[in-house]
């Protein structure tokens, strides 16, 4: 079975500022993605960026930039220029594509609760 | 347009009282999903419908926890004789597809706390 560990409990950074938080996982498949959700208080996922496995090119969106190292399996999440809107808990989480298992179930790792200074 | 709705928002019961649970998903979606999140930790998988296929029950933690779609419409999570360690916050998703391409969009959960 897949695990997703995240090692930083909590977070905190400067607004303006860079921050990164961690992710790694385990398992024995080739083909899978990965995912950033972020939750605010207001308890509803939103999904921030995704990585296919296959794509070498670590993926952006905007501000928010993953470093996606395979081999290491790690997934970090790196955020620029930090907003006050940016402070909520943030879930990395694995998607199997293996076409004879549970290939859409998400599983999760507990999260880093990230805290945005003025 | 409209998003995945739950309801109830918040749901306080008694041990051993049971409890039902709505999903609404975004109209279309094929695909529903439903997660729990216990206090400071991940969500964890329940159960997945897709269209008229039988559901994945497998993260269904107990006999005590059901769940029902009727179509691709809205889904019933029950659960009976509710125990002080089934409170959560319940999450459902919904998804065009099952096909990892497609996203899952989230609801704002149900917290359940049983007393």
């Known amino acids: 079975a897949q695990t997703v560990t995240q090692s930083q409990p909590e977070m905190s950074v400067q607004e303006a500022e860079t921050v990164t938080l961690s992710c790694t996982y385990d398992?024995?498949?080739?083909?899978?993605?990965l995912f950033w959700y972020k939750q605010p208080p207001s308890r509803q996922m939103i999904l921030v960026i995704r990585?296919?496995?296959?794509?070498?090119q670590n993926a952006t969106e905007n501000r928010f930039s993953v470093n996606f190292q395979k081999a290491a399996k790690s997934f970090s999440l790196k955020i620029s220029d930090s907003q006050l809107g940016d402070a909520a808990m943030y879930f990395c989480?694995?998607?199997?594509?293996?076409?004879?298992?549970?290939?859409?179930?998400?599983?999760f790792g507990k999260g880093t609760l990230l805290t945005v200074n003025p | 347009g409209a998003g995945v709705s739950q309801s109830p928002s918040n749901k306080v019961t008694e041990k051993g009282k049971d409890v039902e649970l709505r999903c609404d998903p975004i109209?279309?979606?094929?695909?529903l999903y439903w997660y729990r999140q216990r206090l400071g930790q991940g969500l964890e998988f329940l159960i997945y419908?897709?269209?008229?296929?039988?559901?994945?029950k497998s993260g269904l933690p107990s006999d005590r926890f059901s769940a029902e779609r009727t179509g691709e419409s809205v889904s019933t999570l029950t659960i009976q004789r509710t125990q002080q360690e089934d409170s959560a916050v319940y999450l459902c998703?919904?998804?065009?597809?099952?096909?990892?391409?497609?996203?899952?969009?989230f609801g704002p959960g149900t917290r359940l706390t049983v007393t």
């Open positions: 998703a919904s998804s065009l597809s099952q096909l990892a391409g497609y996203e899952q969009y």
């Open positions: 398992t024995s498949e080739s083909d899978y993605y």
């Open positions: 990585q296919e496995a296959y794509k070498q």
């Open positions: 989480a694995y998607r199997s594509l293996n076409s004879g298992g549970s290939n859409y179930k998400l599983t």
């Open positions: 109209s279309g979606h094929t695909a």
């Open positions: 419908f897709q269209g008229n296929s039988a559901p994945d």
